[in-house]
């Protein structure tokens, strides 16, 4: 199995990396930089480190890393400073999947490519989730408007949800919606529903990255998991806060 994943070098994106290694894929990572890849992966000869952001390579380069590809991983998110916040590219994620599905239907081999996007709890599902309270959608509007990376995760799901849909031959995908990321050091047991169980923003949950990564790999590796959860944007949760 061969997997493209963007945001190879974040927090979670390491953690995702090793799971796929682990699991016999060959996976090809862009990362900001090579030494920001654990010293053991960069070891492992199913590991392929592009240094590159999808958005500066041109068209026949990103084809070319995308060729025969069976899975694509987005990890990407914005760092955590003035400039990442605030700075080019504001719309980083949303821009990124749109040109990884642009490339991948225009060189489609008559099978559909799956798209994981790890996301967010606090990001709503209007087709599936209850309504949310006035206050939170007051919140929601505010961090819209104040926080750019907010809107961008937004974005970008809705770019899955919507322009993409349920139907496209050349893509299928699932958005994985974690709450309230914190370390750990193995992944323990999670709950996994549909759409939130309490409120992102006023009752928030919690998921291990690591739990993260190991549901993001289960949905690339395991066609049954991939079957029960496509085309949706399922919440993860740590088992003590579902």
Not at 101 to 112: C, P, Y
Request: aromatic share 6%.
């Amino acid at each position: 199995m061969k997997v493209v994943v963007v945001g190879g070098t974040g927090a979670t994106g390491r953690l995702l990396l090793k799971q796929l290694l682990d699991r016999g894929a060959h996976v090809k990572a862009f990362v900001r930089a090579v030494d920001r890849v654990p010293a053991e992966l960069r070891e492992d000869p199913n590991l392929e480190l592009i240094v590159a952001n999808v958005l500066d390579l041109d068209d026949a380069t990103l084809e070319r890393q995308v060729e025969e590809v069976d899975a694509i991983a987005s990890c990407l998110g914005h760092t955590l400073s003035f400039r990442g916040l605030f700075g080019p590219p504001r719309r980083l994620v949303r821009d990124s999947m749109a040109r990884l599905a642009e490339t991948v239907r225009k060189n489609s081999q008559g099978r559909a490519v799956k798209f994981v996007l790890m996301n967010t709890a606090g990001n709503h599902n209007p087709e599936t989730d209850k309504p949310i309270s006035l206050p939170q959608r007051i919140v929601l509007g505010l961090l819209r408007f104040l926080v750019p990376p907010h809107a961008d995760n937004e974005e970008a799901a809705d770019f899955l949800l919507h322009t993409i849909g349920t139907h496209d031959p050349a893509i299928e995908w699932v958005v994985v919606r974690p709450d309230g990321l914190f370390d750990e050091e193995e992944a323990a047991d999670v709950v996994i529903e549909p759409s939130p169980t309490r409120s992102a923003i006023f009752d928030s949950g919690k998921t291990s990255r690591i739990q993260v990564a190991h549901f993001m790999a289960e949905l690339i590796t395991d066609p049954e998991t991939w079957d029960t959860w496509k085309g949706t944007m399922p919440v993860i949760y740590h088992h003590d806060f579902s």
